[in-house]
């Protein structure tokens, strides 16, 4: 039972350069979201999308794209890397609104 | 907006001393209520949950009750481990919003033999 499966672990990139971060999920989950963490600031949301095809911005998109073309996958796209993209960005699922939420490993990214 | 409040952290305790963290909320609606912990290196995982008011959530040792009067959700545990040490998070999901939670920013729990 994978449960919710981000890659990669561990990333270092140049200031400029893009990449996606990916996330896929086995439970036929509907919800699916990105936060990332970073010290003294908790858990921030960057999108989430309530099903295929539906996405949303939450508190702090600027700089990341997502799509949701099926229900098992939720790619998070940084398209010009800035240092204070430096965190540690986590993924997570759940069956609905106001459900328990599933979540990834994590990936910690380091931008230079 | 939605927003959590949690008190500031570390938390340092000695092994089978009783734990408090403050958590406070506010919401338009009317929210569920949740606990997550993160261990260290690894994702969050639910603690506990209550859905409406005067609720207590419970699991592990750990709980939690809805106080609607006083717009709280404090963690408890009677008598805490070393293996308790981690991360807690209070969270929020509103059921007027978009259901996505808002979490807290977090208490780091260390609890020393």
């Known amino acids: 039972n994978a449960g919710v499966t981000q890659t990669p672990k ?11 971060l990916q996330c896929a999920q086995d439970m036929n989950h509907e919800y699916m979201s990105w936060y990332r963490q970073d010290p003294g600031m908790g858990l921030r949301l960057i999108h989430y999308s309530v099903g295929a095809g539906i996405t949303d911005q939450g508190e702090v998109p600027n700089g990341y794209n997502v799509s949701r073309s099926t229900t ?5 796209r940084l398209l010009s890397a800035a240092p204070s993209q430096t965190s540690v960005y986590f993924c997570a699922s759940s069956y609905g609104g106001n459900e328990k939420l599933f979540f990834g490993s994590g990936t910690q990214l380091s931008v230079l | 907006g939605d927003s959590v409040t949690q008190m500031e952290g570390p938390v340092t305790l000695s092994e089978e001393a009783f734990l408090t963290i403050n958590c406070t909320y506010t919401a338009t609606g009317y929210p569920s209520l949740f606990w997550y912990v993160q261990y ?4 969050l995982q639910l603690l506990l949950k209550a ?28 008598s805490v481990q070393v293996s308790d040490s981690a991360v807690y ?4 999901s509103d059921r007027g919003g978009s259901y996505i939670p808002t979490f807290g920013r977090g208490t780091s729990l260390i609890v020393h033999p």
Do not use: I
């Open chain 2, 40 to 43: 260290p290196g690894e994702g």
């Open chain 1, 72 to 76: 098992e996958d939720f790619p998070l």
């Open chain 1, 10 to 20: 561990f990333q270092v990139l140049k200031t400029g350069q893009s990449m996606t």
């Open chain 2, 89 to 92: 998070f209070c969270a929020l």
């Open chain 2, 51 to 78: 859905t409406k008011a005067d609720d207590k959530g419970s699991n592990k040792g750990f709980e939690a009750t809805y106080r609607k009067e006083t717009t709280s959700f404090h963690l408890e545990k009677g």
